[in-house]
């Protein structure tokens, strides 16, 4: 499955690490020094023009989002319901 996180971008459920609200940057010296160093490596995507509202950590990238990290962890949600919900009908 898919997970859209605004604009164009669309990334595979399978991909997701973690989906964060865009103050995680602000928290520590370690988050801080996290996000510096993918954006030297250039693993780094920001989506659209609007305002960031969430940050997206895949296995290969980090993308700031401007969809809310409530409304993108509901569709991850969504996806593992949906998932799960398959797996049991299928043992039936």
Known sequence: ???HLGGDKIIRSSELIAIFDISIEKMSKTTKSFFQHAQKEKNVETI???ECKSVVVTKTKIYYS???SA???RRADE???SETEQATNSKK
């Open 71 to 73: 409304t993108l962890k």
């Open 79 to 81: 996806f593992h319901m």
């Open 66 to 68: 401007p969809i809310s």
């Open 48 to 50: 659209g023009d609007e």
């Open 1 to 3: 499955m898919f997970i």
